[in-house]
């Protein structure tokens, strides 16, 4: 039987939509992820309301409008492993609205918002990249909206691309207790693509007394629940593992806490 944390890629919807987690159907307050297959011309508008979004090119170009700003046609790559993205910030209590220029994916991260925050355009140069971790540890990240900017008021946007056969997420590590600094609440949605794509991998989520322990197999395009609990990532040898990650909690700020069983492993 399949996990309740894993969300499978449905058809598309006539908005082309193939993903749909909202904080109802996830049994949560913050997080809200969406994605859509635009085919060429074809387009997603709507007003934000009570929540903030970002818009990830994931792949292919759109002509974006947002806050009351036309930010253009965006996006350039072909797809998650051909470097950083094109993204747009939209404040909550806004209208946006994206129109594919070609075929084009579409990803919707939402979170709690007021509009104090303007809309902005987030291109590749401004998404810094880094490497973390060592040998079979070893990924890259892509800050789209980090806790160190103040470009959004409750949303956090990743991506992470895990070479073929190592681990990310990792050592494990949570966030699901509100104690600042040593630790903070944020709600966390995994969106997996592979290369090739036939690829897999596997996702753990538990806590520290088991009565969360769920040991996920992940395939192309699929979404995995963090509700809570530690949360690592492992890619099959001989597949790259792309992962969109979004959260949010009721503060904007990522503190986690190693799995005391493997912090062993980043100790000096």
Not at 20 to 46: I, K, N, Q
């Amino acid at each position: 039987m399949p996990s309740p944390l894993l969300v499978r890629p449905s058809a598309p919807d006539a908005r082309g939509r193939v993903h749909s987690v909202t904080p109802e159907s996830a049994g949560w307050t913050y997080v809200g992820f969406e994605v859509h297959d635009l085919a060429p011309g074809a387009s997603v508008a709507r007003d934000t309301g009570d929540r903030e979004v970002c818009i990830v090119m994931v792949s292919g170009r759109a002509r974006v409008t947002a806050g009351g700003a036309d930010f253009g046609i965006i996006g350039e790559r072909a797809s998650v492993f051909d470097g950083r993205p094109w993204s747009v910030y939209v404040p909550a209590r806004s209208h946006f609205a994206v129109e594919a220029e070609g075929a084009c994916e579409v990803a919707l991260c939402s979170a709690p918002g007021t509009g104090a925050r303007p809309a902005l355009l987030i291109p590749p140069a401004d998404v810094p990249e880094e490497t973390r971790g060592q040998g079979s540890n070893t990924r890259r990240v892509r800050n789209i909206l980090a806790d160190t900017d103040d470009r959004a008021e409750s949303l956090l946007v990743v991506e992470v691309v895990t070479p073929a056969g190592n681990w990310s997420s990792y050592p494990p590590h949570k966030h699901d207790r509100d104690a600042f600094p040593d630790e903070t609440l944020l709600e966390e949605s995994y969106y997996h693509r592979f290369a090739p794509r036939q690829g897999y991998g596997v996702q753990r989520v538990y806590t520290d007394d088991r009565s969360l322990d769920e040991t996920i197999a992940i395939h192309d395009r699929d979404v995995v629940l963090v509700p809570r609990g530690y949360h690592p990532v492992g890619a099959a040898h001989g597949y790259t593992l792309y992962y969109l990650n979004v959260m949010a909690g009721p503060r904007r700020t990522w503190r986690f806490h190693n799995d005391p069983d493997h912090a062993w492993l980043v100790k000096p």
